[in-house]
T-cell receptor, first 113, second 114 residues
Framework: AQSVTQPDIHITVSEGASLELRCNYS??????LFWYVQSPGQGLQLLLK??????LVQGIKGFEAEFKRSQSSFNLRKPSVHWSDAAEYFCAVGSYNTDKLIFGTGTRLQVFP | NAGVTQTPKFQVLKTGQSMTLQCAQDMNHNSMYWYRQDPGMGLRLIYY???????DKGEVPNGYNVSRLNKREFSLRLESAAPSQTSVYFC?????????????FGQGTRLTVV
């Protein structure tokens, strides 16, 4: 069965600093990987996704993520964080043989001016 | 084009009461899902439905029932609410695929059981 681990519960960065949110997955085959963002009181919005091909994927709002099979990781990055990026971020994994989407526990990002 | 609509947005129940959370989508998607979100637990899958008339259990189905009567609507029922079911509930939909399609979420229902 697939699973997702986000080791960082809460991260605080200064505006303008770089950001990396960690995500590790467990799945026997090639996973389908997603990053979602949730602003306070809102639903989830897709930032980016990886299915195959280029292991560095670009998403919305200036985010990118890199799939590293050898490390079972799909870390989310942004070179310069804006105050509006403060939100909760979820990594998720889908599998080839089911239509389920399994989420990690989330990382709450706080941005200081 | 509303996307995924959940009703109600907020609800307070007494222990033992029943209620149904409604979800409707106008995206013509086959797959629909119910998740609950709890602090430190992320989103956990309660039930999902691959198509009209079919439903399957997710990670945390106990205490819930679902109904998928048509393609647009997927309801979640709590027959006898418990305080442990206090949570934020999200409905999601996506096109069926081999796990590689994007899910679209409603705005959530915040449920408190006292």
């Amino acid at each position: 069965a697939q699973s997702v681990t986000q080791p960082d519960i809460h991260i605080t960065v200064s505006e303008g600093a770089s950001l990396e949110l960690r995500c590790n997955y467990s799945y026997g085959a090639t996973p389908y990987l997603f990053w979602y963002v949730q602003s306070p009181g809102q639903g989830l919005q897709l930032l980016l996704k990886y299915f195959s091909g280029d292991t560095l994927v670009q998403g919305i709002k200036g985010f990118e993520a890199e799939f590293k099979r050898s490390q079972s990781s799909f870390n989310l990055r942004k070179p310069s964080v804006h105050w509006s990026d403060a939100a909760e971020y979820f990594c998720a994994v889908g599998s080839y043989n089911t239509d389920k989407l399994i989420f990690g526990t989330g990382t709450r990002l706080q941005v200081f001016p | 084009n509303a996307g995924v609509t959940q009703t109600p947005k907020f609800q307070v129940l007494k222990t033992g009461q029943s209620m149904t959370l409604q979800c409707a989508q106008d995206m013509n998607h086959n797959s629909m899902y119910w998740y609950r979100q709890d602090p430190g637990m992320g989103l956990r899958l309660i039930y999902y439905s691959a198509s009209e008339g079919t439903t399957d259990k997710g990670e945390v189905p106990n205490g819930y029932n679902v109904s998928r009567l048509n393609k647009r609507e997927f309801s979640l029922r709590l027959e006898s609410a418990a305080p442990s079911q206090t949570s934020v509930y999200f409905c999601a939909t996506k096109m069926p695929g081999q796990g590689n399609t994007e899910a679209f979420f409603g705005q959530g229902t915040r449920l408190t059981v006292v």
